[in-house]
Structure formats: structure tokens, C-alpha cells
């Protein structure tokens, strides 16, 4: 989701427009089974930042392409959106892997390739196609206020989430007041 809303189609803000701003967004968001500070072993990327160029910048956002696609498509297309999350986790060449630590078990799924953009495709798209196989396409979704484009996965439980924060959700609200109060105020005199 974090990936996805680097990007402000409505706003056309980038916040994933340099490399600096990559190393930023990894350095945020690093996955399970990373090393220390500083490194990015594990997911979501296995080089040092340091080492990452502009050919990561655009794998990088050609996998937020595409998952800004399945986030937008799930619950209007859901066979589509299986095909690209298919697709994307074949390229990205993933694979699964049992992982046992104080016993507990789980399963993740992990990049074959030294590519930090296939490891963050890797990373989000299986997240997504978890969500999707655990609760249904219709959890994923675009924000439904006014001239927010911004995406959401829907973890609550009865799946009733219409905007991506509550920022937006806040300022639907007191849209539809104003609204309301405006069609009241010109009805009044009509019917008084
Ligand atoms: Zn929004």
C-alpha cells in the first residue's frame, strides 16, 4: 500500500521520483529477517542502498505500476487481477520458503534474483494475493473521496472501509453535511 501511494495520481505528486527518495522508501520499509541498521539483507531488498541506481528507480516503479493496478482492478476484475499478481510473482521469480524461529512457523515468499525491485514485487504481491485468498478481492480498493486516488487493503472486520485514511474519510463527511445543509437551505423557502 506504501508502495503504491508513493504515487498521487490526482495531486501528481512522486514521492518515488529519485533514488534518493527509493533509498528512503526501503530504508522505511524493511522486511522480515533483516540485519541491522543500515543493511537491507532480506526483504524487501537485498543490496546495500548504496549500491542502488536509476535501473533499480525504474524496476522499482514499474512494480509499483503494477501493484497499483491489482489494488485498483481486484474488486472490479478479479481474474485480471489474478493474472498480474501471477504474472509479477512468476517474473520476480518467487518462491516459498518455511521459516521456524522460537516455534513459531510461517510461510514467506521470497525472490530468486539479486533485483531489489523483485524482491519488493515479490514481497507485495504475495501480501496482496494473501489478503485476497484470506477475505476476497473486494478488500482491496481506491480511496472514494473526492480527488484522492490513494489505495487501501481492507483488514477491518466487515470490510466496510470506503477511504484510504481517516483524513479522507473526515473530509467526505463534512462534504456530504454541507451538502445536505445546502439542499435544505434552498428547499426552505419553497416549502415554508
Ligand atoms: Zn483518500
Not at 526483504?43 to 541506481?53: H, I, K, Q, V, Y
Request: proline share 5%.
Amino acid at each position: 500500500m506504501d508502495l503504491a501511494n508513493t504515487l498521487k495520481p490526482v495531486k501528481g505528486e512522486d514521492a518515488l521520483a529519485t533514488v534518493a527518495q527509493l533509498r528512503d522508501f526501503l530504508a522505511g520499509h524493511r522486511g522480515p529477517g533483516t540485519a541491522g541498521p543500515g543493511s537491507t539483507a532480506g526483504a524487501p531488498c537485498p543490496a546495500p542502498r548504496s549500491r542502488l541506481d536509476s535501473t533499480d528507480l525504474a524496476e522499482v516503479r514499474a512494480v509499483r505500476e503494477t501493484v497499483r493496478a491489482v489494488l485498483e482492478g481486484a474488486a472490479s476484475d478479479p481474474a485480471g487481477t489474478a493474472a498480474l499478481i501471477n504474472d509479477g510473482l512468476r517474473r520476480s521469480r518467487a518462491t516459498l520458503v518455511l521459516r521456524n524461529e522460537h516455534d513459531r512457523w510461517w510461510t514467506e515468499a521470497v525472490s530468486d534474483t539479486d533485483r531489489c525491485a523483485a524482491h519488493l514485487a515479490t514481497a507485495t504481491l504475495s501480501a496482496l494475493a494473501s489478503v485476497i485468498a484470506a477475505r476476497g478481492p473486494s478488500r482491496l480498493g481506491v480511496c472514494a473521496g473526492q480527488a484522492c486516488r490513494g489505495t487501501f487493503v481492507d483488514l477491518s472486520r466487515n470490510g466496510s472501509k470506503q477511504f484510504c485514511t481517516s483524513t479522507c474519510a473526515h473530509r467526505a463527511s463534512v462534504a456530504a453535511y454541507r451538502s445536505r445543509s445546502r439542499h435544505r437551505e434552498r428547499r426552505a423557502p419553497e416549502s415554508g
